[in-house]
């Protein structure tokens, strides 16, 4: 398959690349992104997004998620959970939780923090790959699911971005 119509087999771009293939599907993230489950827009009229950054290979230690799109100066954090899940307006937040259980939280130090949207509605973490909450462990090939979770004070509640699903290699 080329997807993307360059002439190279997209197998044969993800081998050169692992970052062109997040979710391990074998097809281009340009052509099937690796996001999933709708996010609810917030109070900026937008939905929040997930992205992710650096390298999918456990051993590079070089792995960051990013929320966009996101009321300006809010708090949040990011979850992660190995299955997919959906419950609607968890907890009567204005969002959808797109994770299964058990949820991991990068809530606290030293595994995670409380993150700020600041004046560009973003936020980001660099997760130490060696060091998960509650002791988890990336194997290769595992699938695992993140998502985030931040307040919207404009609209009085909390919401989520949709999620992304990433196989580490």
Do not use: H
């Amino acid at each position: 398959v080329d997807c993307d119509g360059n002439l190279v087999l997209d197998t044969c771009d993800i081998m050169g690349d692992p970052t062109l293939d997040w979710n391990g599907d074998g097809v281009l993230d340009v052509c099937t992104p690796p996001n999933y489950c709708t996010a609810n827009p917030n109070s900026t009229g937008l939905p929040a997004v997930m992205s992710v950054s650096g390298s999918p290979i456990i051993t590079d230690n070089n792995f960051t998620l990013t929320a966009s799109q996101l009321p300006t100066s809010e708090f949040g954090y990011f979850l992660m959970a190995a299955s997919q899940g959906f419950i609607p307006n968890v907890g009567g937040s204005g969002g959808n939780l797109c994770l299964g259980f058990p949820l991991y939280r990068f809530s606290k130090p030293p595994t995670g923090t409380i993150l700020s949207s600041g004046v560009g509605g973003t936020f980001s973490f660099s997760l130490n790959l060696t060091n998960l909450p509650q002791n988890v462990t990336f194997m290769i090939g595992e699938t695992w699911d993140f998502q985030a979770w931040y307040r919207d004070g404009a609209a009085s509640t909390s919401n989520f971005t949709d999620g992304i699903e990433v196989m580490f290699r």
